[in-house]
């Protein structure tokens, strides 16, 4: 979850989000679940926190209104945050993946309502987001081979992959790359000639097309 999402969140008061993590206001030294009804403070006086203790740790007192110090010990949450964790840490392998998150102890139904009621998203909308991210990432800054990036955001097919980015994108992954990478471009994240693989990206390409 970024900063912009964590941001909305706290302008919307949504408890979805409570126990997600916390926001302190620098001006007051109180820290706040992201619902509580106090005056939403100027963004730039907000510092956000992963958990009650972070921001005590920071010198930040519990808001009196809504009470965040009574979050801090929930083991559900603890099981959503791990199998989140999981997620991140493992999303290049799906059978590996799929046996930790049985480790966790919970049934599949369980584990995914409680994941939707942390995070607002089902566990296979949060790995997609995590295989985009990751993907965009790698195509970014990275010259590796897009079928290596297809392979290491736990695809098994290069069209797969293809499909994918494309669904979520609007673009091909080597379209994408050649936005992120143009040296002269604006957003260009690596000014460095961006040729090496571009034999494989126009392969890849084809083998999509056909
Ligand atoms: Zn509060």
Known sequence: MNEDAKWAAVSENDSSFDGVFFYGVKTTGIFCRPSCKSKVPRRENVRFFDSAGQARQEGFRPCKRCRPDLLSY????????????????SIENKLALANELRNLGLTQHRLAELFRDHYGLTISEYSQRVRLEKARVMLAATREPIANIAFDVGFESLSAFYRFFRKQTGMTPSAYRQTCQRPTGQNSAN???????SANQISAEKREEN
Do not use: C, F
């Open 74 to 89: 929930q083991p559900l949450k603890e099981l959503a945050e791990k199998a989140k964790d999981l997620i991140d840490s």
């Open 191 to 197: 000014r460095g000639p961006a040729n090496q693989s």
